[in-house]
C-alpha cells in the first residue's frame, strides 16, 4: 500500500473557540415537517419519523442513535434514495427556487429526482465504495465528468490540497491504505460542490486518531465549501466534542403494537 503521509493539521473545525466549531448556517437548503419512512409489514414493519427538520447551507447536523435505529434510512430519504410517505413537508430550496420534493415522489418523477441527486447530492459510505478498476483521479472526478464540470478548478485544488491526495491520482484503490481510500471518498462526495453531503458512519472502519482526522477534514472542507453535512454515527462522544448539532433517534414500539419505530428530534439544550 501506498504510505500514509504525515497527519494533516488539524482545523478550527475542533479546536479553538468552541463557537467555532459549528458553522453559522447560511440560506435555508432543507425545510422539512412531518418525515416519515417505512418499511416491511406486520410484526417486521419499521417506521422512521423525522417530526421537523430546518438545515441551513454550510451548517452541519450529526443522527445519533444504536445500531438498527433508522440512521441510514433517514440518510436514504434525505438522500431521494428511497421515497417519503404520504403526506411530509419536504423541500429544498436552491437558490431562489423551492423545490418540492414530497410531490416529485408522489407523481414518480424518476428522472427529475435522478437529476437532483446527481447534481447536488454527496455521499461518504462506511466503506469508501471506490471503484477498483478506476484510477484515483477517475474516482475522484466521475460525479463532475457526469455534470460537465471543468476537469480543474480552484475547489477540486483545495481537496486535493487538504486531503492530500494529490500523490495519489495515478493509483488504483487496491493499492491505498484505509484511511487513504476513505479521504479519497470524501473527495469524491466533494469534488462536484453539492449542495448536500451525506455521510453513513464515515470512519468505522478508521482508528479512533485517524477518525478524528478525517471526519474534521470532510467539517472543514464541507464547510469553507458551503456544503450542508448530516452525518450518521453511533459516537456520541465525538458529536458532544465537535459541538455539533444533532438529531437522537427515540426507539419505540407503534402505535398501533405492531413492529417498531425511531423518531429522530433534536435534543433540549
Known amino acids: 500500500m501506498i504510505g500514509e503521509s504525515s497527519a494533516p493539521a488539524v482545523t478550527d473545525a475542533v ?41 441551513g447551507a454550510g451548517e452541519v447536523l450529526a443522527l445519533t442513535g444504536p445500531s438498527g435505529s433508522g440512521k441510514s434510512t433517514l440518510l436514504e430519504v434525505l438522500g431521494l434514495a428511497a421515497p417519503p410517505a404520504p403526506g411530509a413537508r419536504f423541500l429544498w430550496c436552491l437558490q431562489q427556487d423551492a423545490i418540492d420534493l414530497a410531490a416529485l415522489w408522489q407523481h414518480k418523477a424518476e428522472g427529475r429526482l435522478a437529476g437532483l441527486r446527481a447534481r447536488h447530492i454527496g455521499f461518504v459510505m462506511q466503506t469508501d465504495g471506490l471503484l477498483p478498476f478506476l484510477r484515483v483521479r477517475e474516482n475522484l472526478t466521475i460525479n463532475r465528468r457526469l455534470l460537465r464540470m471543468p476537469r480543474q478548478d480552484d475547489h477540486l485544488a483545495r481537496i486535493l490540497e487538504c486531503l492530500e491526495i494529490g500523490p495519489l491520482l495515478q493509483a488504483y484503490p487496491a493499492a491505498l491504505s ?92
Do not use: K, M, N, W
Open 15 to 55: 479546536q479553538g473557540d468552541p463557537d467555532r466549531r459549528r458553522p453559522v448556517p447560511g440560506p435555508l437548503l432543507l425545510d422539512i415537517a412531518g418525515l416519515q419512512c417505512r418499511r416491511g409489514s406486520g410484526a417486521r414493519a419499521y417506521r422512521v419519523d423525522l417530526p421537523r427538520l430546518r438545515l
Open 178 to 269: 484505509v484511511g487513504q481510500r476513505q479521504r479519497v471518498s470524501i473527495g469524491r462526495a466533494l469534488a462536484h460542490r453539492p449542495a448536500l453531503l451525506l455521510a453513513d458512519e464515515p470512519t468505522s472502519a478508521l482508528d479512533p486518531r485517524l477518525a478524528e482526522r478525517v471526519l474534521s477534514l470532510l467539517l472543514d472542507l464541507a464547510r469553507h465549501a458551503g456544503t450542508a453535512v448530516v452525518l450518521a454515527t453511533h459516537e456520541h462522544e465525538r458529536v458532544r466534542s465537535l459541538g455539533l448539532r444533532r438529531l437522537v433517534a427515540g426507539i419505540g414500539p407503534h402505535a398501533q403494537g405492531e413492529g417498531a419505530s425511531a423518531c429522530f428530534l433534536e435534543p433540549s439544550a
